[in-house]
């Protein structure tokens, strides 16, 4: 990572941890160095807490880019008052599950322009994933996949299918080996919709080759059905709509549950507008699902079945290393089942992400991260941790209009203060 530096700090009481805040501002704050001497003085702090000892219980990341910003992050802490770009929390004192966290990916509606673009310039290990994943994918496409990330003109637009599912899928598999390359390894994977396929890669049980020929072929199938439907998210338990959709059987249908209260419906386009209708008479919470032209997760997709079966017919899954929790049954798989039938399964039916969470929940896992270019499954997630009467944390990647190196940084920094296991030194490599 270049550009931004984080200072690691901890302590086995709070007192403590504004203690040493408190003495490495007296040992830094006079005498200031410029250029490459400062940014060399600033990393050279930086290893020398990472390697200071064994983290302790209360703990805190100060995130800057120049010296004044670190230390005035630094005073704050020693202070005990908040400032930007200083996280702070309090890793629990049991080990367990919780201490790995679960990869979360979501499916089409996180995209956004320029989204990996300061990810690029600034972290190599990202920058040689996206070429890895663009490598698996350039048999299928006639487009360049950094080329389309960094918006060159000429390239395809991402609100087209067939290029905003392989560059998403591109997104979270490379933000996946981001989080590995700084020692965060998951302890379950889950996916929704075509999240799915980068689940499966991340735990092991697609290779890459496999995974970018089903997520580039299925977009690209996914054109013939463009223009029949729409996407619907609704805000509203999962009763009220359905009782709602009962007036539209046959035309609309539940694609997702995403949590106790977060609904997305498919179908037909003249019949999702009179469903728009009722729902804003009724007051209701409603989006179109970004870019989404099609009814994926409904009867439209099975007049793909024979292509979409085809096309993941020489797909040869394996036992993954890391546990795969399946939206399309609502509970953990074995991956050596994740055939061709499977992956028809995956785009056909309603995606069970509710009952995959529930599941992980009651397996012991606490601790969330979408690895996305900004959060979309967060509430329906928490929704569900409250119903349960659990405690969960819960954490994006990137963020809208976000998406760089102190981002990056910031969300390692706050699993980091939660109890996960971070390797800091690749900060400085």
Not at 230 to 237: F, I, R
Not at 256 to 276: E, K, L, Q, R
Not at 358 to 381: I, K, N, Y
Request: aromatic share 6%; charged share 20%; hydrophobic share 50%.
């Amino acid at each position: 990572m270049t550009g931004t530096v984080p200072w690691v700090l901890s302590g086995r009481s709070a007192a403590g941890l504004r203690a040493q805040a408190s003495r490495l501002v007296a040992r830094l704050a006079p005498g200031p160095a410029a250029g490459a001497a400062e940014a060399g003085l600033l990393a050279e702090v930086g290893r020398s807490l990472v390697a200071a000892g064994a983290a302790g219980e209360y703990r805190a990341v100060v995130i800057g880019r120049d010296r004044a910003e670190l230390l005035d992050g630094v005073r704050a802490l020693a202070e005990d008052r908040p400032a930007p770009h200083v996280i702070t929390g309090r890793a629990p004192r049991r080990a367990g599950a919780g201490t790995r966290p679960v990869f979360v990916f979501p499916g089409q509606g996180t995209q956004w322009a320029g989204m990996a673009v300061a990810l690029l310039d600034a972290s190599p290990v990202f920058a040689e994933a996206v070429r890895d994943c663009e490598k698996a994918l350039s048999p299928y496409l006639n487009w360049s996949l950094e080329d389309v990330l960094r918006g060159v003109p000429g390239t395809p637009p991402l609100d087209q299918v067939d290029v905003v599912q392989p560059v998403l899928f591109s997104m979270m598999v490379s933000l996946a080996r981001l989080w590995r390359r700084f020692g965060v390894e998951p302890g379950a994977a889950v996916g929704h919709s075509q999240g799915e396929i980068a689940a499966a890669h991340v735990a092991g049980a697609l290779s890459l080759d496999d995974a970018a020929r089903i997520v580039a072929l299925r977009s690209q199938a996914l054109t013939k059905i463009r223009g029949r439907g729409e996407m619907l998210t609704v805000l509203a338990p999962g009763d009220q709509v359905r009782t709602m959709l009962a007036d539209w059987e046959g035309t609309l249908s539940v694609a997702a549950v995403n949590g106790p209260a977060t609904i997305t419906v498919s179908g037909d386009v003249a019949a999702m507008a009179d469903f728009g209708a009722a729902l804003r008479a009724a007051r209701m919470m409603r989006w179109r699902v970004p870019g989404v032209d099609f009814a994926a997760h409904s009867p439209h997709v099975e007049d793909l079945r024979e292509t979409l079966i085809d096309l993941a017919a020489s797909v040869e899954p394996a036992a993954g290393e890391v546990p795969f929790y399946s939206t399309v049954t609502g509970r953990r798989v074995d991956t050596e089942g994740l055939d061709a039938e499977y992956w028809y399964r995956n785009l056909r039916q309603t995606v069970r992400f509710d009952e995959a969470v529930r599941s992980l929940v009651a397996d012991g896992h606490e601790v969330f991260v979408e690895c996305s270019a900004q959060p979309v499954l967060t509430v329906g997630m928490q929704d569900i941790v409250e119903e349960l009467g659990r405690s969960a944390v819960l954490m994006a990647t990137l963020r809208n209009e976000d998406g760089g190196a102190a981002r990056f940084l910031a969300a390692l920094a706050e699993a980091y203060v939660h109890g996960v296991a971070v390797d800091w030194t690749a900060a400085f490599a």
